[in-house]
């Protein structure tokens, strides 16, 4: 059995449905399909999840969210039209809508999330109506009944565990499934969504769960590619990646897939396809657990900004048992995850995303370093961006990071840091977040254009 997950852009209109309708039906394996919100139509659109949004937000701001839903209505509208659908179609999603958006709102996060959800789960109920107005067993599966069990975080939810025993079981469901992806429900039989782009997790948590024998992700791309198509022309397309790879392209930046999705596909080791909607005929990038390393160490570049460091130094800091310990202490009592902790003799920087490190958080977390840990010199450096070259063979070639730090200083990008040793599939570099255009096409140019 494969697990087909659709993404946004595969929704975002009939036509598109009608291509979902034609790869699912044109292989008997696909038997469970998890569809997203219908996404953006083209680049001026806006997204049902970000409608829905909005909607929420109108109504928790006292006003009535009706003009916001109208909007997201219409989009069903055209789609169920489109499709050819019976009018009476519309009717049962325009009143789901409109029951989500008049219940209680004293709990804003189960309002929003409810709201959220709603976008993935009547697309999911259109395309199951499609697939059997085409002539096809289908069945929409809601995520409560098959036992989608989330961790209570409003917007940032997890999978329990207990999840995958009657998860399993939709394997023996008749027909085609056709699950929602991005939403569960906690153990108290809440609403809760993942974080965004959630889908991913939900086929990624299926695939699992089934056994499946791929993970097919149909996006709106033939492939994934070797750097950021809008930083380097033409860049080279990956056929196959180890999860590992994936997993380290896609902290730096790589937005193929959420970052948390390929967890559960990888402890059980099935292998995920990333394939294009609109061209299926194209392979598209296989994510494995193993693969054969070919004449380039290097899989991909990826490069993202929005982070700080700070830097630290202390004479005889390495005598000091525990002052490592101390220092991260303060950032774990902000609630700031450290990225990376590059260190010398006396001095020691911590890296962490801007996003946890405001101007109100760096005055406390430096006054308390000051104040605690009598340090010589406190700085803090703000606008600084990552760049990571990533692959498996990297490990076993000579030569990877003088070839870096050549094609950097030819593109004159001047590097804060390195950082290369804990992980045996990457190497990573600080730079200037301005500087990222120039890092990426050197290095691109350096590893794949010889
Ligand atoms: N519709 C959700 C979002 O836009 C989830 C998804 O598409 O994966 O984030």
């Given amino acids: 059995m494969k697990v087909a997950k659709f993404g946004g852009t595969s929704l ?65 509208a055209a789609i169920v039209r489109d499709l050819g659908l019976p009018d009476t179609a519309l009717e ?13 709102t004293e709990d ?47 917007g940032n939810a997890r999978v329990l565990q207990q999840s995958f025993g009657k998860l399993r079981e939709i394997k023996d469901r008749p027909g085609i499934t056709i699950f929602p992806g991005f939403f569960g429900y906690s153990t108290a039989g809440k609403i809760v969504t993942f974080p965004r782009g959630g889908s991913d997790i939900t086929g990624a948590v299926l695939a ?62 099935i292998p995920v396809v990333v394939k294009n909607t609109n061209n299926p005929q194209a392979p598209g990038t296989r994510i494995v657990p193993e693969r054969a390393i070919g004449e380039r160490p290097i899989v991909g570049i990826a490069a993202t900004d929005g982070f700080s460091s700070i830097y630290i130094s202390k004479y005889l800091m390495n005598r000091e048992v525990g002052f490592g310990r101390r220092l991260l202490e303060i950032f774990e009592d902000e609630g700031i995850p450290f990225e990376h902790t590059p260190s010398g003799i006396d001095n020691m920087s911590v890296i962490v995303r801007d996003a946890f490190f405001n101007s109100a958080t760096e ?11 009598q340090v010589d010199e406190l700085s803090v450096e703000r606008g600084l961006a990552l760049v990571m070259i990533v692959g498996e063979g990297m490990h076993h070639t000579v030569g990877l990071a003088a070839r870096a730090c050549i ?7 001047n590097l804060e840091m390195i950082n290369q040793g804990s992980s045996e599939v990457s190497m990573m570099f600080g730079i200037k977040a301005t500087a990222i255009p120039q890092a990426v096409r050197s290095l691109y140019h350096e590893f794949f254009e010889h």
């Fill in 363 to 373: 005055e406390r977390v430096l006054r308390r370093v000051r104040t605690e840990l």
């Fill in 208 to 269: 699992a769960a089934v056994d499946a024998e791929v993970y097919e992700n149909f996006t709106d791309v033939d492939s994934v590619f070797v750097a950021n198509p809008s930083l380097v022309e033409n860049p080279v397309a990956v056929d196959e990646i180890t999860y590992r790879e994936m997993r380290e392209l896609s902290y730096a930046g790589f937005s193929v897939f959420h970052d948390e999705a390929l967890e559960p596909v990888f402890h059980a080791g």
């Fill in 12 to 76: 975002a209109s009939a036509e598109q449905i009608q291509k979902i309708s034609a790869i699912v039906t044109s292989d008997p394996e696909r038997k469970l399909v998890v569809v997203s919100a219908p996404g953006k139509r083209d680049a001026d659109d806006t997204k049902v999840t970000d409608l829905l949004i909005e909607t929420a937000k109108a109504r928790l701001t006292n006003k009535d969210g009706q003009a916001e839903l109208d909007r997201v209505v219409e989009r069903y």
């Fill in 108 to 154: 804003e996060e189960l309002f929003m999330d409810t709201m959220k959800a709603g976008g993935e789960d009547n697309s999911a109920r259109v395309v199951a109506e499609f697939l059997r107005e085409s002539g096809f067993e289908a069945h929409y599966l809601n995520p409560g009944d098959a036992g989608m069990i989330l961790s209570d975080e409003p």
């Fill in 407 to 413: 094609a950097f200083s030819r593109s004159a990008v």
């Fill in 92 to 104: 049962p999603i325009a009143a789901d809508f409109n029951e989500r958006l008049s219940m209680s």
